[in-house]
C-alpha cells in the first residue's frame, strides 16, 4: 500500500511540476490572431506549440528569451507562455517609478522620473526639437533678414564714386521641422 501511495504522490508531484515551469525560446510564429512559440523547458524538452499572451495595444517579436509556461486548469496539452525577457537586453538604468520599453537593437522610450522623455535609436541620443518653436524662432529671424538692406557704393571707370540702388534680399517662406505625428510638450 505504501508503494502505492508513493507512485501515485511521484506522479502527482510530476504533472504538478509540469503545470508551471520555466522556459526557453526556441521559435515564434505571429501569423495567428496571438502568437505561437516554440518553448524549450526542464530537462531540454521542447513544447512545439504554445500561445504567447501579451499585453493589451502592445506586441513584440523577440528572438530570444526566457519565460513561464502554465498548463491552464492544468491541461498540459494547451500551454500559455507568458514574460520571455531577454536580460542581456534588458536596460538597467532606470530608477524607481521609471518605465523603459526596448528592443534588442539598443533603441528605447525611457519615460524618465524628472518628466523628460529620452529617444534612444541604436544608442543615439539627442534632444527632440518643438517644431512650433523652432518655426517661430526661424520666422524671426526670417522677418529680420527679410528687412535689411545693402546699400553699396561703386565707382564707374574713373569718375566720381556714386551710390548703387540699395538692394533687398529674401530668404522666403519656412516650412515645417517635424513629422506631422509627433507631438511634445
Known amino acids: 500500500m505504501?508503494?502505492?501511495?508513493?507512485?501515485?504522490?511521484g506522479a502527482l508531484m510530476q504533472r504538478i511540476a509540469g503545470m508551471v515551469q520555466r522556459v526557453v525560446l526556441q521559435s515564434l510564429t505571429n501569423?495567428?490572431?496571438i502568437q505561437l512559440v516554440s518553448v524549450r523547458g526542464?530537462?531540454?524538452?521542447?513544447?512545439?506549440?504554445?500561445?504567447?499572451?501579451?499585453?493589451?495595444?502592445?506586441?513584440?517579436?523577440?528572438?530570444?528569451?526566457?519565460?513561464?509556461?502554465?498548463?491552464?486548469n492544468?491541461?498540459?496539452?494547451?500551454?500559455?507562455?507568458?514574460?520571455?525577457?531577454?536580460?542581456?537586453?534588458?536596460?538597467?538604468n532606470g530608477v524607481a517609478g521609471e518605465t523603459q520599453l526596448y528592443n534588442e537593437f539598443d533603441s528605447e522610450v525611457h519615460l524618465k522620473a524628472d518628466g523628460t522623455i529620452e529617444l534612444h535609436a541604436g544608442g543615439a541620443v539627442d534632444f527632440v526639437a518643438l517644431a512650433a518653436k523652432v518655426k517661430s524662432e526661424m520666422d524671426t529671424f526670417r522677418a529680420l533678414y527679410d528687412?535689411?538692406?545693402?546699400?553699396?557704393?561703386?565707382?564707374v571707370g574713373v569718375g566720381p564714386v556714386g551710390v548703387i540702388a540699395p538692394t533687398v534680399s529674401t530668404?522666403?517662406?519656412?516650412?515645417?521641422?517635424?513629422?506631422?505625428?509627433?507631438k511634445a510638450e
Open 2 to 9: 505504501r508503494r502505492t501511495i508513493e507512485r501515485v504522490k
Open 31 to 33: 501569423s495567428e490572431g
Open 42 to 72: 526542464i530537462g531540454g524538452n521542447i513544447r512545439k506549440t504554445a500561445e504567447r499572451f501579451e499585453a493589451a495595444g502592445l506586441t513584440s517579436y523577440p528572438t530570444e528569451g526566457e519565460g513561464v509556461q502554465f498548463a491552464v
Open 74 to 92: 492544468g491541461n498540459t496539452d494547451h500551454p500559455v507562455v507568458l514574460g520571455l525577457v531577454n536580460r542581456l537586453k534588458r536596460p538597467t
Open 147 to 155: 528687412a535689411h538692406i545693402h546699400v553699396t557704393t561703386a565707382t
Open 171 to 182: 530668404a522666403g517662406p519656412s516650412t515645417t521641422t517635424a513629422a506631422d505625428k509627433v
